[in-house]
């Protein structure tokens, strides 16, 4: 699908990044000013398998039902069935009124849009670098919390462990609020706060589980 992989490829260009990278300031926008508002269903848990073994070979595995019991739906073997056709945009039905994505609708074949991240990380070239892979729960919450854990041990060389262990935070952009978890630095919420940013503290964003 060239809509696709044209967006894939403009995920991965370094002079795309650069762009964005000189937008960005200390000013706070309204979200409506950068984004679309488009829903997508969030399911709150997933599990995750995430393997390192010899030759090379990494294997990363997250499964969720999308909802609590899923679907509500069990087969007659005792499995329950997930209930991942939420993911899809549905024409003028979502939950918080916002607007349907043209780009996730159903078609034949297509997967939705998932937040769903097995994440698996090896050099480019060669033997020699860093193994990685991880898996997170937490819905729309796993993508913020896998890339972070990503930068301290890729750009500030912390090890894994510790890595997992430290505060993470979350934009929530369709409401402008910042949500930080219980081990994330008080010094770091009050300059957030001193730059306009409205800060919700929560127990726990996201799990996220790793192997290196």
Not at 48 to 73: K, T
Not at 150 to 176: A, C, D, M, T, W
Request: aromatic share 6%; net charge negative.
């Amino acid at each position: 699908d060239a809509s696709i992989s044209d967006i894939m490829e403009d995920m991965m260009s370094k002079s795309k990044a650069n762009f964005l990278h000189q937008q960005i300031d200390s000013q706070v926008f309204p979200s409506d000013l950068h984004i679309p508002h488009f829903s997508i269903e969030s399911g709150p848990s997933a599990s995750q398998v995430l393997v390192m073994g010899p030759d090379d070979y990494i294997v990363a595995v997250v499964s969720s039902l999308n909802r609590p019991f899923g679907s509500g739906i069990m087969t007659s073997s005792g499995i329950l069935l997930n209930s991942q056709m939420l993911d899809f945009s549905w024409m003028n039905e979502t939950e918080d009124h916002s607007s349907s994505s043209l780009r996730n609708f159903i078609q034949p074949g297509k997967r939705p849009l998932s937040f769903l991240l097995p994440t698996i990380v090896r050099p480019s070239e060669g033997m020699c670098g860093t193994y990685l892979c991880l898996g997170a729960s937490g819905g729309d919450k796993a993508l913020s919390s896998i890339m972070q854990v990503l930068i301290n041990v890729l750009e500030y060389n912390k090890n894994l462990s510790e890595s997992l262990s430290l505060g993470r935070l979350h934009p929530q952009l369709q409401s402008n609020i910042l949500e930080v978890d219980s081990e994330f630095p008080e010094e770091d919420i009050s300059f957030f706060t001193t730059r306009g940013e409205h800060v919700k503290k929560v127990e726990v964003l996201s799990i996220v589980h790793g192997a290196r």
